[in-house]
């Protein structure tokens, strides 16, 4: 028998039958499921189910993760699974979205949407702490750090923890990929378009695509809303095309330029002499502020 507890989940045993596994965002993919059963026969499950309880009348349970684990469990004949189970939604997602995103297949797209909804849980989890009461440490409501008690006097530094660095620690994310991503995921919230597999669901064209909507609104809308249609388009070429002709300018080598020079006229090369301030030296014909070969 699975058992233990903490303020904010505990562990035990729970009959398969009062879980709903019903609202999950992606399938069971069969061929895991039966690898994952096989596993589970010979070695048992090493890591539970993570539930939200929803009704204490009724005992009901909202599978958190685990979907695979679940049916796997199911297949093998088994009528109860280890799980740990959350009293507070907001935890119990906090706990899904670490999981999901210690995933290698998510996609750039679904790690920013997944770091975006972090950030939101974190802070409202910050803020319930300084409502409710208690010691725990919190964030101010005017700042984005944990850094203040829920009495309101400010925590001493070793108890601050900025999202950034909970996150690391929770994921094995990097701070700088997290804080990118959170961008990321901002600029697709805002264009209320699903982009996940689409020809934008890159790092570069989501960078790109985050300086367009400050840049260019209309273009940004413009671009999001084609993409998710289906349409293959790019960020970084539309924002390309916008930028000023000065700075889309390529390197010019200093062949390249010998060449130029040498081919303008007299004329040309006395305007030019006379624009960059430098007194030109007359040889023969050619005007020269040195030797030029």
């Known amino acids: 028998m699975w058992a233990g507890s903490r303020d904010d989940y505990w562990l035990r045993d729970i009959e398969i039958d009062l879980i709903n596994a019903a609202d999950r965002q992606r399938p069971v993919d069969r061929?895991?499921?039966?690898?994952?059963?096989r596993s589970i026969e010979e070695i048992g499950l090493r890591t539970p189910l993570t539930l939200e309880l929803e009704s204490v009348e009724d005992e009901a349970y909202r599978l958190v993760t685990g979907a695979h684990?679940?049916?796997a469990c199911r297949r093998l004949g088994w009528t109860k699974v280890p799980a740990f189970i959350f009293n507070s939604e907001v935890d119990a997602r906090l706990w899904e979205i670490d999981e999901n995103l210690m995933r290698a297949e998510l996609t750039p797209a679904q790690i920013a949407q997944h770091l975006a909804l972090r950030k939101e849980l974190f802070q409202e989890r910050c803020n319930n702490s300084v409502i409710t009461g208690g010691?725990?440490?919190?964030?101010?409501?005017?700042?984005?750090?944990?850094?203040?008690?829920?009495?309101?006097?400010?925590?001493?530094?070793?108890?601050?923890?900025?999202?950034a660095a909970d996150t690391a620690e929770k994921t094995g994310l990097s701070k700088q990929h997290i804080n990118q991503s959170v961008r990321r995921g901002r600029t697709m919230k805002a264009s209320g378009r699903d982009l996940v597999g689409t020809s934008l669901d890159k790092a570069t064209e989501l960078d790109a695509l985050t300086k367009l909507k400050e840049q260019s609104p209309d273009r940004f809308r413009e671009i999001t809303a084609l993409a998710a249609a289906g349409e293959k388009v790019s960020a970084v070429k539309v924002l390309e095309a916008i930028r000023p002709a000065s700075k889309r300018a390529k390197a010019v080598s200093v062949s390249e330029l010998v060449d130029r020079f040498n081919s303008l006229s007299l004329a040309d090369r006395q305007t030019f002499f006379e624009r960059i301030g430098v007194k030109p030296i007359y040889v023969g014909d050619r005007a020269s502020s040195g030797p030029v070969s």
């Open 31 to 37: 061929q895991k499921m039966e690898a994952l059963a």
């Open 69 to 71: 684990r679940l049916e």
């Open 135 to 163: 010691n725990d440490v919190s964030t101010h409501p005017h700042e984005n750090v944990t850094g203040y008690l829920s009495d309101g006097r400010r925590a001493p530094p070793q108890n601050q923890k900025q999202f």
